[in-house]
């Protein structure tokens, strides 16, 4: 059972033995007060019913009342069943506390109030070989995301050694999604070990975020076209990936091993991206013209147009337009400077 869950089950138990408590205080009282409204000693008022009942459901036993037979016959099926709401209660307290189960539901409800707070996020679904990659990069970056996992023990053993956001469930089930924010999202991964399901999720997630871009993880061959017709925007071959890079590192290795120190730098200098928007100074400015690496220290490596075409090193006569992606090598400082140039509101 996921967690969340299990905790929500402990809430719902609380406010069972809770609502069972005062459904016998007002069974009680009510009781009393009909089956003792004949009472030869006289009629009891709304106070004498309330404290008879009181008094034996906390089993003091002690009342200076006259009772009828029918009130004493009242009172012991009372005491059974206070008796089982106070096992019930005890039990169930029991089981949160030397569980362990108040902090992590404490931190588990303040975890749900973050994710319900998150905005312009990414969410990653699947915390497998390929998606724990997935988030040492989000962590690298510094974005705001949340995960989704099904294996508690694996969610688990990475929330002990990574901290980060994670929602303990199916990903393929519309609820985690919205769950965890995706009518606000940005964008979302999927990494999950089956093509089906991550067909599953793409399609649900362009359903209910038509804008997000997603990101899909691919095992077979003739998965990526159907991924792409549903809706992802990247599809990525784990496999074929690792047998370019092992090619490459034969073929190129002084290249393979400068893109490697790039991608896994630890001072923040990385591949990165900023894209042109409208309302940028750069639109209609050609390269020359728009100063850029005067102004960030940058060079433009490539530019992606909005149709998709690349631009390797770009010619300085070659106009900058509205979606164009500049593809630089920069660290935080340089690229918060270019998303100054371009208008690009992602976090850097």
């Known amino acids: 059972m996921p967690r969340l869950f299990q905790q929500m089950n402990y809430q719902r138990n609380i406010i069972i033995a809770f609502t069972l408590l005062v459904g016998l205080l007002l069974a009680g009282t009510i009781g009393y007060a009909v089956l003792e409204r004949d009472n030869p000693?006289?009629?009891?008022?709304?106070?004498?019913?309330?404290?008879?009942?009181?008094?034996?459901?906390?089993?003091?036993?002690?009342?200076?009342?006259?009772?009828?037979?029918?009130?004493r016959i009242f009172t012991l099926f009372l005491l059974i069943g206070g008796f089982g709401v106070f096992t019930y209660s005890v039990s169930i307290a029991t089981a949160f506390f030397i569980e362990g189960q108040l902090q992590n539901f404490f931190r588990l409800r303040k975890m749900v109030r973050t994710v319900d707070k998150l905005s312009n996020?990414?969410?990653?679904?699947?915390?497998?070989?390929?998606?724990?990659?997935?988030?040492?990069?989000?962590?690298?970056?510094?974005?705001?995301?949340?995960?989704?996992?099904?294996?508690?023990?694996?969610l688990l053993q990475l929330a002990d050694t990574h901290d980060f956001l994670y929602i303990h469930g199916d990903a393929t089930d519309d609820t985690m999604l919205i769950r965890a924010g995706i009518e606000r999202a940005r964008g979302l991964v999927t990494c999950l070990s089956r093509?089906?399901?991550?067909?599953?999720?793409?399609?649900?997630?362009?359903?209910?975020?038509p804008q997000l871009r997603i990101a899909s993880k691919a095992v077979e061959n003739n998965s990526p076209a159907k991924l792409i017709t549903a809706g992802a925007d990247e599809v990525v071959l784990p496999d074929q990936i690792g047998g370019m890079r092992l090619a490459s590192g034969i073929l190129h290795p002084q290249l393979v091993d400068f893109l490697a120190n790039i991608m896994q730098s630890q001072h923040e200098t990385r591949f990165t991206e900023s894209i042109v928007q409208e309302h940028s100074a750069l639109v209609g400015l050609s390269l020359a013209d728009a100063r850029i690496r005067q102004q960030s220290g940058l060079v433009i490596i490539?530019?992606?147009?909005?149709?998709?075409?690349?631009?390797?090193?770009?010619?300085?006569?070659?106009?900058?337009?509205?979606?164009?992606?500049?593809?630089?090598?920069?660290?935080?400082?340089q690229l918060q400077a270019l998303h100054k140039l371009t208008g690009d509101t992602s976090l850097s």
């Open 195 to 209: 093509d089906q399901d991550n067909l599953f999720v793409v399609i649900s997630a362009k359903k209910l975020n």
């Open 121 to 154: 996020h990414y969410i990653l679904c699947g915390l497998g070989d390929t998606g724990v990659h997935v988030l040492d990069e989000m962590l690298k970056a510094d974005e705001p995301f949340v995960s989704i996992e099904r294996d508690e023990e694996r």
């Open 302 to 333: 490539a530019i992606r147009s909005r149709e998709g075409t690349f631009i390797y090193n770009p010619p300085y006569n070659r106009k900058l337009e509205v979606g164009d992606a500049l593809l630089v090598i920069a660290d935080r400082e």
């Open 41 to 71: 000693a006289g009629s009891w008022t709304l106070l004498d019913a309330v404290w008879m009942t009181v008094i034996t459901l906390t089993t003091v036993g002690y009342s200076q009342l006259d009772m009828s037979d029918e009130g």
